[in-house]
């Protein structure tokens, strides 16, 4: 029974640890799917008003070298917007670098919140949504 018992908990540490494996490779902190590597700031990141965001996102993120980003209070409530500019050519399927410079209003109430980086959506067709969010907090 004893032996069962070790072999049972040994198994289970073996695919817990594979499987946590498997997520940090298929989920780097600062990276959404394999298609937004977020630069700066990072998760957890101290920000003040205004603030760089940079990156890379595949070239399919964008429309007409852009997509928007926002910042919003821990009630989700948008204190800030701007749109990322690419800063190479956009038509691709490769990363391409971003660049935004957003400024913002700092909630009263709580110092968190996050910057949502918006795939551009041109058709407004909701199958092709999607966003990238990064929790933050203000100085």
Request: aromatic share 14%; charged share 20%.
């Amino acid at each position: 029974m004893r032996k069962l018992f070790i072999t049972v908990l040994i198994l289970v540490i073996l695919v817990g640890g594979f499987w946590l494996w498997q997520n940090y490779q298929n989920n780097k902190p600062g990276q959404y799917k394999d298609l937004v590597t977020l630069i700066s700031p990072t998760a957890g990141e101290y920000i003040s008003s205004p603030v760089v965001v940079e990156g890379k996102a595949r070239g399919t993120w964008f429309f007409e070298a852009s997509f928007p980003i926002v910042i919003v209070d821990w009630d989700g409530l948008i204190i800030g917007q701007g749109i990322a500019q690419a800063q190479s050519d956009w038509m691709t399927t490769d990363y391409v670098p971003f660049r935004a410079e957003i400024t913002f209003i700092k909630s009263a109430v709580k110092n968190n919140g996050w910057i949502i980086l918006r795939k551009d959506n041109p058709s407004g067709l909701s199958q092709n949504d999607d966003a990238f969010e990064v929790p933050i907090l203000f100085r």
